[in-house]
């Protein structure tokens, strides 16, 4: 089993709707979340960092944490095509620095 | 925005090269992170230092090696370039916990390398 688990995609969402993007991770002990978005050739931007239960709101993007259920979450509301990318879930500990990246799941966008 | 510059942005090279892929970033993380990503795929750390004179290697092996004798400055070194290097070379870096950022890094534009 993978650390950090992401459905590759491709996910296809029409233009308006909203993307929900799942990450589910094996450690427990994991207590820093993240979301990045890769654009194709391009380097990862972060957008959501989450470290509490519950849902983080920015913009049109929420990130929703549930620890008992290890599962990380992104929503994204009213899509454009321009949020067409690859959204990498990443996690870390306390006291351990690096992060553990997913595999990435490759959203598209319809106009 | 991140202030974390690579270069050279694109790279061509012929095997046996000796080559430095630079890093710098301008806002006096002490952390600073080397990935490989192949066009596609998901990203492998291969080195990371946690502050001056601070290196480990990371979860891929690689045949690189890194320096960093300055806080702002992260150069990665290939000794002779194979075209089994040619990949993405993306760094990043990330403040230390008292901004409260836990962990949170930020990437440069990347590196892409193409060994011949």
């Known amino acids: 089993q993978k650390e950090v688990e992401q459905n590759s995609g491709p996910l296809s969402v029409p233009e308006g709707a909203i993307a929900s993007l799942n990450c589910t991770y094996s450690?427990?002990?994991?207590?820093?979340f993240f979301w990045y978005r890769q654009y194709s050739g391009k380097s990862p931007e972060l957008i959501m960092s989450?470290?509490?239960?519950g849902d983080k709101e920015d913009g049109r993007f929420t990130a929703q944490l549930n620890k008992a259920s290890q599962y990380v979450s992104l929503l994204i509301r009213d899509s454009h095509p321009s949020d067409s990318a690859t959204y990498l879930c990443a996690v870390s500990n306390f006291g351990n620095e690096k992060l553990t990246f997913g595999t990435g799941t490759r959203l598209t966008i319809i106009p | 925005e991140a202030d974390i510059y690579q270069t050279p942005r694109y790279l061509v090279i012929g095997t046996g090269k000796k080559i430095t892929l630079e890093c710098s970033q301008t806002m006096g993380h002490d952390k600073m992170y080397w990935y490989q990503q192949d066009p596609g795929m998901e990203l492998h750390l291969i080195h990371y230092?946690?502050?001056?004179?601070?290196?480990e290697k990371g979860d891929l092996s690689s045949e690189s090696t890194v320096s960093r004798i300055r806080t702002e400055h992260f150069p990665l070194t290939l000794e002779s370039a194979r075209p089994s290097h040619t990949s993405q070379y993306l760094c990043?870096?990330?403040?230390?916990?008292?901004?409260?950022?836990?962990?949170?890094?930020?990437f440069g534009p990347g590196t892409r390398l193409t060994v011949l």
């Open positions: 450690d427990r002990g994991s207590q820093s």
């Open positions: 230092s946690y502050g001056v004179n601070s290196t």
């Open positions: 990043a870096s990330s403040p230390p916990e008292w901004e409260g950022l836990l962990n949170e890094q930020f």
């Open positions: 989450i470290y509490s239960n």
